[in-house]
């Protein structure tokens, strides 16, 4: 079945330092790709999202490029931030399957 | 816009009791789907209403757990009897559409603890 999976975490960086999260996923057909994010003592928000692929999701400095050929969705940002300490979930859907498929989130903690 | 909300925030029950939770959608979303993380692993899908109908309930693990959505409004999600595994934050999210492109928004989860 589909499926997504993150590296594991925490993700322990020092601000300013480049972020990897890595995401791939086993999916037929084409999915839509999303990163999900939860900041502590919130809800999940959407942190951006491709629909197809080669498409870039950009949002608050972070990126991602849907990948059909290596089926990844890799998180990345240049330089970041304490206030960026949260969980970080990839998740993918298909047309006509409204539900999401998550992977199982990657912790990040960022520090001064 | 207020977004979607969830009662309790946190709830503590002994193996065998009964517990509801509630979901409020955002005002307007037809859509309204239930979610679980258990243990820190991946969040899965439990089900998905179109207004107060259920669309897709694949993702219900037994017949103890029980969602409705009277009116196409709230939703409550209710699980009798409790058991161990059940476990975990459950999530409730709500979405304009239901297209695979249309984003969900999620309220800030439930976390139950069954002893």
């Known amino acids: 079945g589909d499926s997504v999976t993150q590296m594991e975490g925490p993700v322990t960086l020092s601000e300013e330092a480049f972020l990897t999260i890595n995401c791939t996923y086993t999916?037929?057909?084409?999915?839509?790709l999303f990163w999900y994010v939860q900041y502590p003592g919130e809800g999940l928000q959407l942190l951006l999202k491709?629909?197809?692929?080669?498409d870039k999701g950009s949002n608050k400095g972070f990126e991602a490029t849907y990948r059909k050929e290596t089926t990844s969705f890799h998180l990345e940002k240049g330089s970041v931030q304490v206030s960026d300490s949260a969980v970080y979930f990839c998740?993918?859907?298909?047309?006509?399957?409204?539900?999401?498929?998550f992977g199982a989130g990657t912790r990040l903690a960022v520090h001064p | 816009e207020a977004g979607v909300t969830q009662f309790p925030s946190h709830s503590v029950i002994e193996k065998g009791q009964t517990v509801t939770l509630r979901c409020d959608p955002i005002?307007?979303?037809?859509?309204l789907y239930w979610y679980r993380r258990v243990m820190g692993k991946e969040i899965k899908f439990l089900l998905h209403?179109?207004?107060?109908?259920?669309?897709?309930e694949s993702g219900m693990p037994n017949n103890r757990f029980l969602a409705e959505r009277t009116g196409g409004t709230y939703s409550t999600l209710k699980v009798q009897p409790a058991e161990l595994e059940d476990s975990g934050v459950y999530f409730c999210?709500?979405?304009?559409?239901?297209?695979?492109?249309?984003?969900?928004?999620f309220g800030p989860g439930t976390r139950l603890t069954v002893l």
């Open positions: 491709a629909t197809k692929a080669d």
């Open positions: 005002s307007g979303h037809d859509n």
């Open positions: 209403f179109v207004k107060e109908s259920k669309q897709d």
């Open positions: 998740a993918l859907s298909k047309s006509g399957y409204n539900k999401l498929i």
């Open positions: 999210a709500s979405s304009q559409g239901a297209g695979a492109i249309d984003t969900q928004y």
């Open positions: 999916a037929t057909g084409y999915p839509s």
